[in-house]
C-alpha cells in the first residue's frame, strides 16, 4: 500500500509552535506522515454547517458537590 | 460432574451447583487455574493470575458454610482486563514502556466484584493503553493464526477458551464488542454513566465505557446486577434506577420494533456476514418482531468526529509521558496515535461534539418509532495476525477502519449495545450480531439478545478446546 504524502499544513517549525507538540521536527514530520489519511477525513467536518448545535459538552459546576454512598 | 461441564458452564449454572455443595469455590478455581496452566501458553489471553486466588475462594467456602449468605456472585472466579486497577494485582494498560506505573488501588468495578462475593483470578491483556482492536500476542481461540480482536482481546480469548466465565472489559470504540464478536462470546458495552469507570486507566474521557464479556446473556445481566449503580467519583456516572437486568430475558420478541439502518450498517460487509444478520433478522421476524428500515446520513461523519475527540483527549492524557520522550517506548502504531493528539484542532474537536449531539438527536427520532437497532457487529470475522489491513468485497480497508466502523456509533452517541454470537462463517469463524437500544434501556437490548441466543443454541466451542479437561 502506497503511503500518501503528508498533508500540505504548514512548515514543521511553525506546527511545531501552534500545536505545542514536545516533538523534535524529524518525528513530528513522522506523525505527520502518519496523520495525512486521518486529516483527510476530520477535514471533513468543515463542510458541515452546525453553528445552532450545542456540542455534546456540557460544564457541570456542581461537579464537586456530588457524593455517593460507596 | 465432569471437568469438561465445568468450564464451559455459565455463571447462572455455577452458582446453581456452588448452592447444592457439587463443589466448592475452591475446587472451581483449582480447576480453571489449570485450564489456563495447560491451554493459555497458545492463546496468552492471562497477563496476571493473582497470587491469593485459592485463598480468596476458601474465604468464600468457609463464608458461605459458616453464615449461609451467598452473595450475587459469591465463589465465582472472574477476570478484569489490565487496564482496570486492582490492589491486589499489578496494573500495565498493556505498556512496557519505562517509568509508566499505576496505584495499586481497586477499580470501582473489582470493589463491586469482590463486594459480590466474587474470585478476582487474573487481569487479562489489552492493546497497549486500549488503543487498537488486534491485542498482541493474543491469539483467538477458535483459530490460533488469527488475531483476537481488541483492545479487551485477552478477556474475549479467555472466556471464548474456558478459562473464565466471566472477564471485564472497557469500550472506546467497540473494545468490548469487536473482540466478542472474533470470539463467539457475549460483550455488553452499558450505556455511558451506568457503570462507574473510576479507578480504569483513561483512553478518552467521553467514550470509555466499561462491561463485561462473557459466554451467556444471562450472565451479562447477573453481572450488571453487581455492578450497576451511582458513583460520585466517576463525573460521568448517572444516579439512574438500577433494575435487575435478569428479568428483562423472559420478555421474548413478541410486539419488538426492531430498526434496520441500510446505510453504513448493512452496506458494506462481508458476503457471509450479510447473510448471517439478515437470516438473523428473518429470525426475529417470525418469533414476532417488527421489523423497520431507515437510512441516517449523519453517520457518514461519526469517523471524523470519533478521530478528532479520540486522538484529542489521548493525546491530552499522554502529553507529559510525550514531553518526558516514554511514548518513544510504545508500539510504533499506538505511538504515532497518542503523539498526533496535538495536530486535532480545537475547532475540529468541537465540531466533532456537535456532530455527535446530531448524531444523538438523530438516534433518538429513530427510538421513537422501534425499540432496539440490531446491526453487524462487525462487518468481517478474525483476519489472520499480522494483516495491516483487509479486503471487504474487493475493497481494501485498514483493519482499524473495519474493525471499528459498525461499532463507534455507540460509543459517539453513548447507547447501551451488545454483540450476542448469531453463527459462522464458511471458514468457521464466529459472527457477532450488535444489537443498541436508548439510554438506559439495557433491558431491551438484553431481551433480543437472549431471542439471538436461543434461536442458535447450543453454542459451538473451538474444537481443540473441548476435547481436553
Known sequence: ?????????????????????????????????????????????????????????????TAPYRVSAR | VSNTELHWASISELRRRLDLGEFSSVELTQHLLARIADHDQQIRSFIHISDDALEQARISD?????????RLLEGIPVALKDNYLTSDMPTTAGTTAPGITFPMEDSACAERLRAA??????????????????????????????????????????VAAGFIPMSMGSDTGGSIRIPASFCGVVGLKPTFGRLSRHGIVPHSW?????????????????????LAGYDARDPACQDQPVPDFTRSL????????????????????????????????????????????????????????????????????????????????????????????????????LKAEQVRSVMAQEFKKLFDKVD??????EPLTAW???????????????????????????????????????????????????????????QSVLRCATSIERANAPMARPSWLTTTA
Open chain 2, 206 to 226: 467521553s467514550l470509555d465505557h466499561p462491561g463485561p464479556l462473557t459466554r451467556t446473556v444471562e450472565d451479562a445481566a447477573l453481572v450488571m446486577n453487581s
Open chain 2, 384 to 442: 489472520k495476525s499480522g494483516q495491516s489491513s483487509v479486503s471487504i468485497n474487493g475493497h481494501e480497508e485498514s483493519v482499524l477502519g473495519a474493525s471499528w466502523r459498525l461499532t463507534y456509533p455507540f460509543n459517539l452517541t453513548g447507547l447501551p449495545a451488545i454483540s450476542v454470537p448469531c453463527g459462522f462463517d464458511r471458514e468457521g469463524m464466529p459472527i457477532g450480531l450488535q444489537i443498541a437500544a436508548r439510554p438506559f434501556d439495557e
Open chain 2, 62 to 70: 468457609r463464608r458461605r458454610r459458616l453464615t449461609g449468605v451467598v
Open chain 2, 250 to 349: 423472559r420478555g421474548g420478541v413478541r410486539g419488538l420494533r426492531v430498526g434496520v439502518i441500510d446505510n453504513h450498517f448493512m452496506d458494506r460487509n462481508s458476503p457471509d456476514v450479510q447473510a448471517c444478520i439478515e437470516a438473523r433478522l428473518c429470525d426475529l421476524q417470525r418469533q414476532g418482531a417488527r421489523l423497520t428500515h431507515f437510512t441516517m446520513p449523519i453517520l457518514d461523519y461519526g469517523l471524523a468526529a470519533i478521530y478528532a475527540i479520540e486522538l484529542a483527549s489521548s493525546g491530552a492524557f499522554h502529553d507529559r509521558w510525550i514531553a518526558e520522550g516514554r511514548t518513544a517506548h510504545f508500539q510504533p502504531e499506538v505511538r504515532a496515535l497518542v503523539e498526533m493528539g496535538r495536530l486535532v484542532s480545537a475547532v475540529d474537536y
Open chain 2, 372 to 377: 432496539v437497532i440490531v446491526t453487524p457487529t
Open chain 1, 1 to 61: 500500500v502506497k503511503k500518501p504524502p503528508p498533508p500540505n499544513l504548514m512548515p514543521e517549525t511553525l506546527l511545531q509552535q501552534l500545536s505545542g507538540t514536545a516533538l523534535d521536527l524529524d518525528r513530528l514530520q513522522e506523525v505527520v506522515r502518519a496523520y495525512a489519511p486521518i486529516f483527510e477525513e476530520i477535514s471533513r467536518l468543515k463542510d458541515l454547517d452546525l453553528k445552532t448545535t450545542h456540542p455534546a459538552v456540557i460544564f457541570e459546576p
Open chain 2, 117 to 158: 462475593g466474587a474470585i478476582l483470578l487474573g487481569k487479562t491483556r489489552t492493546h497497549e493503553f486500549a488503543w487498537g482492536t488486534i491485542t498482541p500476542p493474543v491469539a483467538n481461540p477458535w483459530d490460533i493464526t488469527r488475531i483476537p480482536g481488541g483492545s479487551s482481546g485477552g478477556s474475549g480469548a479467555a
